[in-house]
């Protein structure tokens, strides 16, 4: 089972960016499929998941309107494109892959994002 993540780095205020989480060794199409980030000296945050109709939840309210999951089944890959990026974005976001069906949990290596000018 892998979970790898890309697409993290530095961008200014106000900027983009989209992270990939590819997944592999699982059945993909039965997992809920989430972001999770952790900022230094903070607790794991849960930002945002999707099901896998492509159906979202968990929106953390300090997303909303700015940061847009999706999936695609058909190459095992979720997304997180981030808009009108904050500092206090920044943070090791993670994929995180959690089945339907029992308690399986798998999770990625996770990606900096850091937020600054």
């Known amino acids: 089972v892998q979970l790898v993540e890309s697409g993290g780095g530095l961008v200014q205020p106000g900027g983009s960016l989209r992270l990939s989480c590819a997944a592999s060794?699982?059945?993909?199409?039965?997992?809920?499929m989430s972001w999770y980030r952790q900022a230094p000296g903070k607790e794991p945050e849960l930002v945002v998941g999707i099901t896998s109709a492509g159906g979202t939840t968990g929106y953390a309210d300090s997303v909303k309107g700015r940061f847009t999951i999706s999936r695609d089944n058909a190459n095992n890959t979720v997304y997180l494109e981030m808009n009108s990026l904050k500092p206090e974005d920044t943070a090791v976001y993670y994929c995180?892959?959690?089945?339907?069906?029992?308690?399986?949990?798998?999770w990625g290596q996770g990606t900096q994002v850091t937020v600054s000018s």
């Open positions: 995180n892959a959690r089945s339907s069906c029992d308690t399986r949990v798998y």
């Open positions: 060794g699982f059945a993909f199409n039965r997992y809920v």
